[in-house]
């Protein structure tokens, strides 16, 4: 027996569906397009700003190599006519006598004295900067090494004026007694012998300290920087295996730290080679070539510079420069050497880690 269908339901009218679906196919192919147009838009205007950084940064590049050589060239060019000029020899004479005639000048007395100032401070400085980063890094409790952290970056604020003026009116007399224990225990050592005891140690001693001192601020927050980014797994291992601290810094800290305490230590010796106003305002300049430190002689190549810059004129101004151009070759020299060590120290140095 058939079953009655039911005839009460109205017929479907297709016309809304076949609405919407043209409506879903007009939308659905409009979207990819628009999704196409939106990232190649993004895509554009992301190439364009590679473009731009790498146009910006490979210009940055190329200007400071064009300024380096512009400096080189200037100093060259003024340099060679001053030695055309000079009736000594320029690298052994140790007179600097611009104002006479004939014109007799040399860089001996005064790049060593420049050497020895550098070194001096260096010896005093390393040691100090890399003790008070690992304390700041590894021993002190925090709060104690964020305040010790702002006052070494407050002192790298210090104008070089101010330290000049703190050595030549308190360092310079406190420094007499020092300079006589040092005649008095270690005179045969030849460098600390002193020709005039009891003098005013106006000298390349004193003027070492108040580089070293100057220079520690530097080398403390770039080693402390370094040595804070030393893998934590290295040392856990090495105080898993029983190490002490002191042994887990020595294996751990200092290896993977070798590359950039180097670094420190070059961008300190390269504000003591260049130092002016503290070195001016401590030491008594003299033309003499003399290895006794403590002795109240001696002169670098920035004070020199310094002092006589404003009355010379002609060849003796030109001597000047060329006295800058030896302290600019020495600078490059001192970094070339700093990166030649870094590179063959590269396998200890942890960066690879």
Same mark, same amino acid.
């Given at each position: 027996?058939?079953?009655?269908?039911?005839?009460?339901?109205?017929?479907?009218?297709?016309?809304? *569906?076949?609405?919407?679906?043209?409506?879903?196919?007009?939308?659905?192919?409009?979207?990819?397009?628009?999704?196409?147009?939106?990232?190649?838009?993004?895509? *554009?205007?992301?190439?364009?700003?590679?473009?731009?950084?790498?146009?910006?940064? $490979?210009?940055?590049?190329?200007?400071?190599?064009?300024?380096? =050589?512009?400096?080189?060239?200037?100093?060259?060019?003024?340099?060679?006519?001053?030695?055309?000029?000079?009736?000594?020899?320029?690298?052994?004479?140790?007179? !600097?006598?611009?104002?006479?005639?004939?014109?007799?000048?040399?860089?001996?007395?005064?790049?060593?004295?420049?050497?020895?100032?550098?070194?001096?401070?260096?010896?005093?400085?390393?040691?100090?900067?890399?003790?008070?980063?690992?304390?700041?890094?590894?021993?002190?409790?925090?709060?104690?090494?964020? +305040?010790?952290? /702002?006052?070494?970056?407050?002192?790298? +604020?210090?104008?070089?004026?101010?330290?000049?003026?703190?050595?030549?009116?308190?360092?310079?007399?406190?420094?007499?007694?020092?300079?006589?224990?040092?005649?008095? /225990?270690?005179?045969?050592?030849?460098?600390?012998?002193?020709?005039?005891?009891?003098?005013?140690?106006?000298?390349?001693?004193?003027?070492?300290?108040?580089?070293?001192?100057?220079?520690?601020?530097?080398?403390?927050?770039? $080693?402390?920087?370094? &040595?804070?980014?030393?893998?934590?797994?290295?040392?856990?291992?090495?105080?898993?295996?029983?190490?002490?601290? !002191?042994?887990?810094?020595?294996?751990?800290?200092?290896?993977?730290?070798?590359?950039?305490?180097? $670094?420190?230590?070059?961008?300190?010796?390269?504000?003591?080679?260049?130092?002016?106003? +503290?070195?001016?305002?401590?030491?008594?300049?003299?033309?003499?070539?003399?290895?006794?430190?403590?002795?109240? =002689?001696?002169?670098?190549?920035?004070?020199?510079?310094?002092?006589?810059?404003?009355?010379?004129?002609?060849?003796?101004?030109?001597?000047?420069?060329?006295?800058?151009?030896?302290? &600019?070759?020495?600078?490059?020299?001192? *970094?070339?050497?700093?990166?030649?060590?870094?590179?063959?120290?590269?396998?200890?140095?942890?960066?690879?880690?």
């Amino acid at each position: 027996m058939e079953t009655p269908r039911d005839t009460s339901a109205p017929p479907s009218d297709p016309q809304p *569906n076949q609405g919407a679906a043209s409506a879903a196919s007009h939308l659905a192919g409009s979207s990819p397009q628009r999704g196409r147009s939106s990232l190649s838009d993004g895509g *554009n205007t992301g190439r364009r700003g590679d473009a731009i950084f790498k146009l910006a940064s $490979s210009g940055s590049g190329i200007a400071l190599l064009v300024i380096m =050589a512009a400096i080189a060239a200037f100093l060259t060019v003024r340099a060679v006519s001053a030695i055309s000029a000079d009736h000594g020899n320029f690298l052994t004479t140790s007179d !600097w006598q611009t104002q006479a005639d004939p014109i007799t000048f040399g860089i001996a007395a005064i790049a060593i004295g420049t050497l020895i100032s550098a070194v001096v401070a260096m010896v005093i400085a390393v040691p100090v900067a890399l003790g008070i980063a690992l304390f700041i890094s590894h021993y002190a409790p925090r709060r104690i090494a964020q +305040a010790l952290g /702002y006052v070494v970056d407050l002192l790298a +604020a210090v104008p070089s004026i101010v330290f000049g003026l703190w050595g030549a009116l308190f360092l310079v007399p406190h420094m007499i007694g020092v300079n006589a224990w040092l005649n008095q /225990y270690f005179g045969w050592t030849y460098i600390f012998h002193q020709n005039e005891p009891g003098t005013q140690p106006r000298s390349l001693f004193t003027v070492g300290i108040v580089l070293a001192i100057m220079i520690l601020p530097i080398i403390t927050a770039v $080693s402390r920087e370094i &040595f804070l980014q030393v893998p934590r797994a290295h040392e856990e291992a090495a105080l898993a295996l029983g190490a002490t601290r !002191w042994e887990m810094i020595r294996t751990a800290v200092i290896p993977f730290g070798r590359s950039g305490i180097i $670094s420190a230590s070059m961008l300190g010796l390269g504000r003591a080679l260049g130092e002016t106003m +503290a070195v001016a305002t401590v030491l008594s300049p003299s033309y003499v070539i003399n290895l006794h430190i403590l002795d109240p =002689a001696g002169s670098t190549i920035a004070q020199t510079i310094a002092n006589q810059f404003g009355e010379s004129q002609g060849t003796g101004r030109d001597a000047l420069i060329a006295a800058g151009l030896v302290l &600019f070759v020495i600078t490059l020299l001192v *970094n070339g050497a700093a990166r030649l060590i870094i590179a063959r120290r590269k396998e200890y140095s942890g960066a690879d880690a």
